[in-house]
């Protein structure tokens, strides 16, 4: 009786412990971000209003490979102008795997108003 208590705890534990492994993949490895549009990340972009350039590329560098076994490591994220801030808007950012093999990026935005850009990048 006293092993099979021990025995379904100990199930229980690692069962617990997966589940907040995953959740916690899960969070950290997401590619959606909201920026703020204020005088140090805004830009124009054909009259528009745009995330600069520096954030998309910084925020993505560092996004990319979030934890060791979800993506891989890049540098030298740059994008060639600012993210629009409108829903729809597209971006190709470019990077370096470790290797030295470059990647393309594609960079979204989902929702867009005044104040913010939501936007996220394809891994």
Not at 20 to 35: D, F, K, P, R, V
């Amino acid at each position: 009786m006293q092993r099979s208590k021990f025995l379904v705890g100990v199930v229980g534990g690692v069962t617990a412990v997966t589940a907040l492994g995953g959740l916690g993949t899960y969070l950290l490895a997401g590619t959606e971000s909201t920026s703020r549009l204020d005088e140090y990340s805004t830009a124009s972009v054909n009259g528009h209003k745009a995330l600069a350039a520096n954030i998309v590329a910084g925020r993505t560098e560092s996004k990319y490979h979030p934890l060791p076994w979800v993506g891989e490591k890049l540098s030298e994220v740059t994008c060639p102008t600012g993210l629009k801030a409108v829903a729809g808007a597209t971006l190709t950012c470019t990077g370096k795997k470790s290797g030295g093999e470059s990647v393309e990026i594609p960079v979204s935005v989902t929702k867009a108003d005044a104040k913010s850009v939501t936007w996220k990048f394809e891994r």
